[in-house]
């Protein structure tokens, strides 16, 4: 089923399975039709339904009620944390900033649990016991590989092999659903094999100044800007089913690069046509600006919706920055396109430093307003005590308040 919604459970988790020892068959397929083909696949097909349907919870919140912000808003998080690879160094983070140290709900993407690259460690759950916070992890795939690009050479196997997407909350979590969204390619195909889709995670939030929904949501990269627009039209359709209606706080990465990125060749024809723009132009007016033109689908949806996100984040402040320097982005890419096309890449940033910003992370709102004393904004130059890159993205950071909140 596409959707499950779960009250906190006692152990042993939903997503407890034991599928690991058929990962090495199931990875011989290259395609979903084949592998759903299988007599394999028929009789392990309840046992991975029933882990990719599941949302693992579980609470660690202090008996003492928290105190909210001064202001009386509430503040928000989002943040791809990247598998979650440096989870040590993102949880002091997430404890000690001056801002997300403050956060009353994170919505976090890209964690893992029990996959080598990051240690087989759980990290929703790390990071909920860390800080004192309930959680509420819901995976999206079952990976039949250790990861893409360098992720492949990560020391040790996978234990559980599940990533996904999740909660964290200072307040309590009352319910939690795991949203399935199509996928924008077959995730048999490929050196990275996986089983399951990406899956946004709504939870309802038990905040003192009023309920409200939190989102995590993480769109896919690669697909068509019309196929991240139809995922999040699932995602807003899920949410206005639910009763009572409440004010709604969608947040995470979207993917937002204004490239049609479902094939390879889309995209090296996408990019051709954005150099003939110009770099710079594209660079300042769509890279930083995608709503503008490649990805209004997606944000005309938002509007047509009633949802706020023009005022809900910081303006032309891009998220992801690429360098053509970063061994392990040209690592991944070049499991995907022609190493020539780094030289071309190469070429087209030569004026702008090797690097470019793009503007992947977002939060979009349903009965909230942003708090006029605290704009939004991005949260960049994060790093590690040893000076290392924590995560790929850069976190944005939203204090709001909601209708009942507001006299």
Same mark, same amino acid.
């Given at each position: 089923m596409d959707t499950l919604s779960?009250?906190?459970?006692?152990?042993?988790?939903?997503?407890?399975?034991? =599928?690991?020892?058929?990962?090495?068959? =199931?990875?011989?397929?290259?395609?979903?039709?084949?592998?759903?083909?299988?007599?394999l696949y028929a009789r392990l097909r309840p046992e991975v339904e029933h882990v990719l349907n599941g949302?693992?919870?579980? %609470?660690?919140?202090?008996?003492?009620?928290?105190?909210?912000?001064?202001?009386?808003?509430?503040?928000?998080?989002?943040?791809?944390?990247?598998?979650?690879i440096k989870l040590d160094e993102i949880i002091s983070v997430l404890r000690g900033h001056e801002l997300m140290g403050r956060s009353d709900v994170l919505?976090?993407?890209?964690?893992?649990?029990g996959m080598a690259r990051s240690g087989n460690r759980h990290v929703a759950r790390e990071i909920a016991e860390g800080l004192g916070l309930a959680y509420a992890f819901a995976?999206?795939?079952?990976?039949?590989?250790?990861?893409?690009?360098?992720?492949?050479?990560?020391?040790?196997?996978?234990?559980?092999?599940?990533?996904g997407n999740a909660v964290l909350s200072r307040w309590p979590i009352r319910r939690a659903w795991s949203v399935a969204l199509p996928n924008g390619k077959d995730k048999m195909r490929g050196r990275e094999k996986r089983l399951g889709n990406q899956r946004a995670v709504v939870c309802e939030i038990g905040h003192p100044a009023?309920?409200?929904?939190?989102?995590?949501?993480?769109?896919?990269?690669?697909?068509?800007?019309?196929?991240?627009?139809?995922?999040?039209?699932?995602?807003? %359709?899920?949410?206005e089913r639910l009763n009572p209606a409440l004010p709604t706080l969608v947040g995470g990465d979207w993917n937002t690069s204004t490239y049609n990125s479902r094939r390879a060749v889309y995209s090296i024809a996408g990019f051709f046509r954005r150099v003939l723009m110009g770099v710079g132009h594209v660079i300042d007016n769509h890279y930083l600006k995608p709503e503008r033109w490649f990805e209004r689908g997606l944000f005309r949806e938002l509007e047509r919706r009633g949802y706020l996100y023009a005022p809900l984040n910081e303006p032309g402040a891009g998220t992801l920055?690429?360098?053509?320097?970063?061994?392990?982005?040209?690592t991944n890419?070049?499991?995907?396109?022609?190493?020539?096309?780094?030289?071309?890449?190469e070429w087209a940033l030569r004026d702008h430093g090797g690097r470019c910003s793009l503007k992947l992370d977002w939060f979009a709102g349903s009965g909230i307003e942003p708090d006029p004393h605290n704009p939004p904004r991005v949260i960049g130059g994060l790093r590690g005590s040893g000076g290392e890159v924590l995560s790929d993205h850069d976190p944005i950071v939203l204090d709001f308040t909601t209708a009942e909140a507001r006299p």
């Open positions: 779960l009250q906190q459970t006692a152990t042993p988790s939903p997503l407890e399975h034991s =599928l690991r020892p058929h990962f090495r068959e =199931l990875s011989q397929f290259h395609s979903t039709r084949a592998l759903e083909a299988s007599p949302v693992d919870q579980d %609470d660690f919140t202090p008996e003492e009620a928290p105190t909210p912000l001064s202001s009386g808003a509430v503040r928000a998080t989002a943040w791809n944390i990247e598998r979650g919505l976090l993407t890209e964690l893992d649990y995976p999206c795939y079952v990976n039949l590989s250790k990861g893409s690009g360098l992720e492949s050479g990560a020391e040790g196997e996978n234990a559980e092999a599940l990533h009023g309920p409200f929904r939190a989102v995590s949501l993480h769109l896919d990269a690669h697909s068509s800007q019309r196929h991240r627009a139809r995922q999040m039209k699932v995602v807003l %359709d899920f949410v920055h690429y360098d053509v320097k970063d061994l392990a982005a040209n890419m070049g499991e995907w396109v022609p190493r020539w096309c780094f030289w071309w890449i």
